[in-house]
């Protein structure tokens, strides 16, 4: 009766976690765009979605991905066959034991009336599908922690779920173990099936029992005769072997009594099997009602994310599945670190001690931003370097096992954190790739705010001179860079320049317009000389110093071997670090 009623109650909170997390697919949304759709327009969405799906050629394409990728997992496969074989140990062993045992009451025993957890082949098919978890879970430690790859760190929900389940699995073996040893239910069992035999009868079961079964019994100790195993054996094949199989099927089961046997008896007056019953129980209840806020809900997820990317075309599909889609993926990263083995970027992390520039730490920065948790500017800041510190190359999204569109997922998010006018230095570049990927997709005013927003933070900082007056006139500065900076400036090889202009004629920004000085402030000649005069206000207010395109024309042309791209570079380094520090000052007076 109390198992009973606490599975219901387990699946009560399970179905209720469902809901809960679900109802996250339709509420949260990446960016000021998909924040604008309704939940209930959402839902509408993905209903006419699923629908015109299935009444479509489409639902082949659905079959064959459910098929293929789903069951089979043929991506992971591709991607590397010692983690397919472990993900499919753990995946399957994990299931079967759930809808095979777990849930018995509602599957087997409605396809098997005759059904008894003790009885072959179930005996033998739970302590198979508990091997093969064990083995996955030894192949996954193996991998993580002895195979020298590059790996994401192992966050705290990775070792919640592998703790839940090595809980489960430990405690059920030992329950199986405990049982298989008891003498107290042995007893139980031979009042309710064999009562009525004489006293011989039943010492020689005692012994068939103790001999063939791993009872350990207080008084019957062996070797017995051939003559009392005989008899023995009668009596069990007329009241026990129609529910009782021989132990040693449940190898594991079987192999932890043997162990245990010393301990047997001081465990069967201890009541052992109750206590571990209660604690794989309660393991069990832990495990389905925490699936839902788990790691572990990918295997709901996964699948939806697998199949939604398979029928879902860029530029066709309703923005509102879109959106719902890229929430789904979020729950459908399993974190196994695939997309960060094949970044290349993740190098960078070496040296920038910001984990989300690995893809696989992104994802839990972007739940945080979906359900509008609320971050300060220096954790916005920090997530929008990870985000930014990418190629764009698209390795991450072609090997993750789960079919997550990575790369739109960044792009999406940066688009949003853009928009809340966080400056991002990084798309100062007129080469800055992503911004040339979004310029098709908005507005030319939208497409050039981030940029103007980044240069005005620097000009701020720097107090550089405003960009809407390019045509200053050139007058000797404070000898001293803005923020209290000095540099070497390339050794100041600028002292050489004696403005010849042939930097100027070999630079492409500058032939890119008729009037240069005009839209770029000062050319690269101007730059040079303004360095000299250490007018350094000057050149960090001109748009020309962030339009170079680092071509090195001008530094290979210049006839007195100027170093003028490097200074260039330099120049925009202090620039930017000067703006960087000064939030950081900012930042401390105000903690």
């Known amino acids: ?29 990446i960016g000021d765009d998909a924040g604008k759709i309704l939940p209930t327009t959402r839902m509408a969405a993905a209903g006419k ?74 005996l033998f098919l739970r302590d198979l599908c508990g091997a093969l978890v064990i083995l996955g879970v030894a192949l996954a430690i193996y991998r993580r922690f002895m195979r020298k790859l590059q790996r994401p760190p192992t966050s705290p929900m990775d070792c919640y779920a592998l703790a839940i389940v090595a809980l489960i699995l430990v405690s ?44 350990v019994s207080p008084a019957v100790h062996g070797p017995f005769d051939s003559d009392t195993l005989t008899r023995g054996r009668a009596l069990h094949e007329v009241s026990c072997i129609e529910c009782h199989s021989h132990p040693r099927w449940a190898f594991l089961g079987y192999a932890a009594a043997q162990a245990m046997k010393p301990l047997a008896l001081a465990a069967d007056r201890a009541d052992l099997s109750t206590i ?50 890229q929430i789904i993926e979020l729950d459908a990263c399993t974190h196994c670190g695939a997309c960060t083995q094949h970044c290349s970027v993740a190098v960078a992390f070496a040296e920038i001690p910001n984990v989300n520039i690995l893809p696989s730490e992104k994802i839990a920065s972007i739940k945080q931003l979906a359900a509008g948790k609320r971050l300060t500017a220096s954790q916005l800041s920090t997530i929008q370097q990870g985000m ?45 790739l992503y911004r040339g990927l979004m310029q098709e997709s908005m507005p030319p005013d939208r497409y050039r705010a981030p940029l103007d927003r980044a240069r005005e933070a620097i000009s701020a900082a720097c107090n550089a001179e405003a960009l809407q007056n390019p045509r200053l006139v050139l007058e000797p500065g404070s000898g001293k860079m803005p923020g209290g900076l000095s540099a070497s400036l390339a050794s100041n090889s600028f002292s050489s320049c004696y403005r010849c202009m042939t930097c100027t004629s070999a630079c492409p920004v500058v032939r890119s317009y008729a009037d240069p000085v005009q839209v770029l402030g000062l050319l690269p000649h101007q730059i040079m000389h303004a360095a000299g005069l250490r007018l350094w206000d000057l050149i960090l207010g001109a748009r020309m110093l962030w339009d170079c395109l680092g071509c090195y024309q001008c530094q290979e042309h210049c006839p007195m071997s100027v170093r003028t791209a490097d200074i260039i570079y330099e120049l925009k380094n202090l620039a930017i670090q000067s703006t960087i520090d000064r939030w950081s000052r900012k930042s401390g007076e105000k903690s």
């Open 276 to 325: 571990l019953f209660y604690l794989h129980f309660l393991a069990c209840w832990l495990g389905l009602a925490y699936l839902p806020f788990s790691k572990m809900f990918h295997i709901f997820s996964s699948p939806l994310s697998l199949m939604a990317n398979a029928v879902m075309e860029k530029g066709r599909s309703h923005p509102a599945n879109v959106a719902t889609r």
């Open 172 to 215: 059920g073996v030992l329950l199986e173990a405990s049982k298989i040893g008891s003498y107290s239910l042995y007893q139980d069992m031979v009042a309710a099936y064999a009562g009525r035999e004489d006293e011989a009868t039943l010492s020689a079961l005692e012994a068939y029992w103790v001999e063939e079964f791993a009872v």
């Open 49 to 122: 979605g699923i629908l015109a799906t299935l009444l479509s050629r489409r639902i082949f394409k659905l079959l064959e991905v459910f098929v293929g990728d789903v069951l089979l997992q043929r991506r992971l496969l591709r991607h590397e066959f010692l983690s397919w074989f472990a993900h499919m140990c753990i995946f399957g062993g994990f299931m079967m034991l759930l809808v095979m045992h777990a849930l018995s009451k509602f599957t087997t025993s409605v396809l098997f009336p005759s059904y008894q957890s003790t009885l072959n082949p179930f």
């Open 388 to 432: 930014h510190l990418c190629t764009n190359c698209y390795r991450c999204t072609a090997v993750c096992p789960v079919g997550i569109n990575l790369q739109e997922l960044w792009l999406s998010v940066r688009e949003a954190l853009l928009q809340k006018s966080l400056p991002e230095f990084l798309l100062l570049s007129p080469l800055a």
């Open 1 to 29: 009766m109390f198992k009973t009623g606490s599975l219901y109650v387990a699946l009560a909170f399970f179905g209720l976690g469902l809901v809960l997390k679900i109802s996250t697919w339709f509420r949260h949304s």
